[in-house]
């Protein structure tokens, strides 16, 4: 079994790299929850951790304040999601100068859905960037930055058909972007087909896949639904029965996740985007699972200048 076989292999953990996804908090209570989050993440050592943003700036402060901390607090760097939803370019211009006046560097752009909900017809702002790759240009005409994009291994649903949605990746490459994080999938042979299709169309950025732990199976089933992703019928087997039984639910979730994964390492992938939901056991333990360790506290402390 392919699991035995890539527990013996001493090197894995050194070459595959993390990030993490974060969403800005809305009460105290979940300030709380983030933090522990944060802290006991943290010394995977991620690439990078990105705060999402939420429709039409309606995170605006929350996002730039749950970034700012990261920057002061910890020794991580975080990537500020971006979105054009409702905005003209002014004020999306505004919020780039701010990020950057903070010492942000990295950025995830992106065109947002509209403030009425996945599914909803999007209308762009008359005065606004229409989608994610004029985010990026805009972005990459301001500075150097490193700007990840999206990515769709099942296509987004507005796309009409594979080659319209791999266009528009290209059409954000060209514009600047260095990475794609993909939307979360469970099927590895989606992915690994999306990435062959990218690459026959000349596209050779980093496509990371976005691995979503599935922490409640029927949330996660209806918001799949809602964006394009197909929920293959094994895995609503795997969570049958389990709604009212969260300690086992965890553990099914737990197998899956690392079983998705590790079958992407096998496949040749290096580096993997968590959407945490704000949690960390189960990101934690898969990031053990593939030879990832936490550094000491030592390691940790910022260099004597
Ligand atoms: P784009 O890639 O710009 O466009 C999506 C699709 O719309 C295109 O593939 C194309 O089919 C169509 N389209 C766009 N422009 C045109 C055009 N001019 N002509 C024809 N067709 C066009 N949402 C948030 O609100 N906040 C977040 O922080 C956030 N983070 C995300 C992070 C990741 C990694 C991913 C994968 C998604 C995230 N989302 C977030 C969700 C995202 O906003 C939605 O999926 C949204 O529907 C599309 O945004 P996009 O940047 O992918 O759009």
Redesign the pocket.
């Known amino acids: 079994m392919s699991q035995f076989r890539l527990s013996r292999r001493p090197d894995i953990g050194g070459r595959i790299g993390v990030s993490f996804e974060f969403f800005p908090p809305k009460s105290d209570d979940m300030e709380r929850r983030l933090w522990e989050t944060v802290t006991r993440l943290a010394p995977l050592k991620p690439r990078f951790v990105s705060v999402?943003?939420?429709?039409g700036g309606s995170t605006r402060e929350r996002t730039a304040r749950t970034v700012r901390r990261i920057l002061q607090e910890t020794s991580l760097t975080p990537a500020a999601?971006l979105?054009c939803v409702d905005a003209d370019r002014e004020s999306v211009d505004g919020v780039i100068a701010e990020f950057v006046a903070m010492g942000v560097r990295r950025f995830?752009a992106?065109?947002?859905?509209p403030r009425e909900g996945?599914g909803a017809r999007y209308r762009p702002h008359p005065q606004g960037y229409?989608?994610?790759?004029e985010l990026t240009a805009a972005l990459k005409a301001r500075g150097d930055f490193d700007i990840s994009?999206?990515a769709y291994p099942e296509k987004?649903p507005?796309?009409s058909d594979f080659a319209?949605?791999i266009d528009?990746l290209k059409r954000k490459v060209d514009n600047g972007a260095t990475r794609a994080?993909?939307?979360f999938f469970f099927d590895n042979d989606l992915y690994e087909r999306y990435v062959e299709r990218a690459r026959r169309a000349g596209i050779y950025i980093p496509i990371v896949p976005?691995i979503l732990p599935v922490h409640n199976f029927a949330q996660v089933a209806n918001f799949a639904g809602r964006?394009g992703a197909h929920v293959p019928v094994w895995l609503a087997e795997r969570f049958e029965g389990l709604e009212n039984d969260p300690q086992t639910h965890a553990l099914v979730a737990s197998a899956v996740a690392a079983e998705q994964v590790l079958d992407l390492v096998e496949r040749g992938v290096d580096d993997f985007h968590f959407y945490t939901m704000n949690r960390a056991d189960l990101v934690f333990a898969i990031c053990h699972m593939i030879g990832i360790r936490a550094a000491s506290e030592a390691e940790m402390r910022p260099a004597a200048a």
């Open positions: 999402t943003y939420g429709a999601h979105t995830v992106l065109r947002g859905d996945v229409t989608n994610g790759a994009v999206s987004h507005e796309s319209t949605d528009m994080i993909t939307q976005g964006c």
